[in-house]
């Protein structure tokens, strides 16, 4: 785990802004790429299409799950955060560091991985879509 001078109660709702706010991305990105998975705009030759568009249909259920785990901690921890106003010792502010790294340390994990999955979908996506035919 890191270690960092302590951070205010306003660093912590900061924090869980921001990673809200990408959980909310992350989440309309999710929606995109099932609509994409499930589209038929790829190239129908393409060897293995089918079984690769399932792999990475599986890959984004996973990724939903842990999304919505986070999304739950995130809330929960964002709740938390007002008990903090009420810490008056040593303690009491090293417990809710230590939880809020432990919570970044979750968070960093769940976008790697999705990050990493998304590149590549939209990787090999990308590179089987129907081209545009010209008619002459």
């Given at each position: 785990?890191?270690?960092?001078?302590?951070?205010?109660?306003?660093?912590?709702?900061?924090?869980?802004?921001?990673?809200?706010?990408?959980?909310?991305?992350?989440?309309?990105?999710?929606?995109?790429?099932?609509?994409?998975?499930?589209?038929?705009?790829?190239?129908?030759?393409?060897?293995?299409l089918f079984e690769r568009l399932?792999?990475?249909?599986?890959?984004?259920?996973?990724?939903?799950?842990?999304?919505?785990?986070?999304?739950?901690?995130?809330?929960?921890?964002?709740?938390?955060?007002?008990?903090?106003?009420?810490?008056?010792?040593?303690?009491?502010?090293?417990?809710?560091?230590?939880?809020?790294?432990?919570?970044?340390?979750?968070?960093?994990?769940?976008?790697?991985?999705?990050?990493?999955?998304?590149?590549?979908?939209?990787?090999?996506?990308?590179?089987?879509?129907?081209?545009?035919?010209?008619?002459?």
């Amino acid at each position: 785990m890191e270690t960092t001078l302590p951070l205010t109660i306003d660093q912590f709702h900061q924090d869980v802004k921001v990673w809200k706010s990408n959980v909310a991305l992350a989440s309309d990105e999710i929606q995109f790429i099932e609509n994409l998975t499930h589209s038929y705009i790829f190239e129908p030759s393409t060897p293995n299409l089918f079984e690769r568009l399932e792999h990475y249909k599986t890959e984004v259920s996973k990724i939903k799950v842990l999304l919505k785990s986070i999304d739950v901690l995130l809330v929960k921890h964002d709740a938390e955060l007002s008990g903090m106003l009420e810490c008056d010792t040593v303690s009491c502010d090293v417990f809710f560091q230590e939880k809020h790294l432990t919570i970044k340390e979750q968070y960093r994990q769940f976008i790697d991985s999705y990050n990493k999955t998304k590149s590549e979908i939209f990787n090999y996506c990308g590179n089987i879509l129907k081209t545009k035919k010209e008619i002459t």
